[in-house]
Nanobody
Framework: QVQLVESGGGLVKAGGSLRLSCAASGCTFSSYVMGWFRQAPGKEREFVSA????????YYADSVRGRFTISRDNAKNTVYLQMISLQPEDTAVYYC?????????????????WGQGTQVTVSS
């Protein structure tokens, strides 16, 4: 059973930074596509970033490119999302997800496993 546990969310002022972590268990971590999605109140869950672990390829939504960085630590079975220059519009619950390739990295319906989410709140 694949389990994903996010951590690192919190309250930060505009312009601040946070690093989210997603610890995976119960899977061959290096074989998966790992993604981050977010959902703001009253909005659809949207793609933020993804990492194809076998190829090291990264993908970003236009809204976060240049501010967010996805990375991994294979030894810890953990994926990170480093977020800088946070803005109030980044406020959302952030979800980690895992998928068995081949998938569309930005396609939320392609992901098989989801974490419980971690709240990120950016104040102005």
């Amino acid at each position: 059973q694949v389990q994903l546990v996010e951590s690192g969310g919190g309250l930060v002022k505009a312009g601040g930074s946070l690093r989210l972590s997603c610890a995976a268990s119960g899977c061959t971590f290096s074989s998966y596509v790992m993604g981050w999605f977010r959902q703001a109140p009253g909005k659809e869950r949207e793609f933020v970033s993804a990492l194809v672990l076998t190829a090291g390829s990264t993908y970003y939504a236009d809204s976060v490119r240049g501010r967010f960085t996805i990375s991994r630590d294979n030894a810890k079975n953990t994926v990170y999302l480093q977020m800088i220059s946070l803005q109030p519009e980044d406020t959302a619950v952030y979800y980690c997800a895992a998928a068995v390739p081949p998938v569309s990295p930005s396609g939320k319906s392609d992901y098989h496993y989801w974490g419980q989410g971690t709240q990120v709140t950016v104040s102005s």
